[in-house]
């Protein structure tokens, strides 16, 4: 970002559903601030430990040297004055406790760049995530591609029963979907849909295929 000149700190944020490459963009901006020889640092929430701890890896296999902290006041506590790019992933994970955090390193002139879900496995606004784009100087908002019938996918379809806000772990236990094919509650679209009622397969009763 360009616009803003000077000693200025901002926050950029990255939203998408899983598997819309918020890891791979976060991951991009930070190696380049590396580059151009910028002190960086890079948190994410003790909760996400997907592949590696100290580690943040997107879901093709890139990765970066991160932090873990368990609340977002522990990035200010963790932070070396001398910092310019502060780099947060899976900022849903955090509460609404990151806003503030956030509002704080770009006014100490951090240029901020944080990464989460923006909607939840039901697709409602996943909190704090609406609250800092409301704050934000820039926001991008990636999609996934529709594992169902290959279109954009703005939301991520929970594959496991559970009634859980946070059900972290396999990424098997979610997939993209674009609007059409969402199921914000398949438990309940299959007991509205009755007994399914399985066809008889000829010869499956004495074993063969
Ligand atoms: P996020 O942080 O948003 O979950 P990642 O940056 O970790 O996303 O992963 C993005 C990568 O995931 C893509 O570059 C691609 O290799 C892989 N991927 C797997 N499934 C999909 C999908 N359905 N749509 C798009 N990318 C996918
Ligand atoms: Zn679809």
Partial sequence: ???VKGNMGWIEVVVGPMFSGKSEELIRR???AEIARQRVQIFKPAIDSRYTANEIVSHSGLGIPSDNVSKASEILEKLQPRT???????????GDEVVEVCT???NLGKRVIVAGLD???RGRPFEPMPRLLAVAEEITKLLAICVRCGNPAVHTQRLVDSEELIVVGATEMYEA????????NPAQARKEAGPVIMPRIRGAA???A
């Avoid at 310019?84 to 955090?94: H, R, T």
């Avoid at 979907?177 to 914000?184: Q, S």
């Fill in 206 to 208: 004495n074993g063969a």
């Fill in 30 to 32: 930070l190696r380049r």
């Fill in 177 to 184: 979907r674009c609007r059409r094919c969402f199921e914000p």
């Fill in 104 to 106: 704080k390193l770009a």
């Fill in 84 to 94: 310019e790019v502060v780099g947060i992933d899976e900022a849903q994970f955090l």
């Fill in 119 to 121: 909607t939840d496995y």
């Fill in 1 to 3: 970002m360009d616009i």
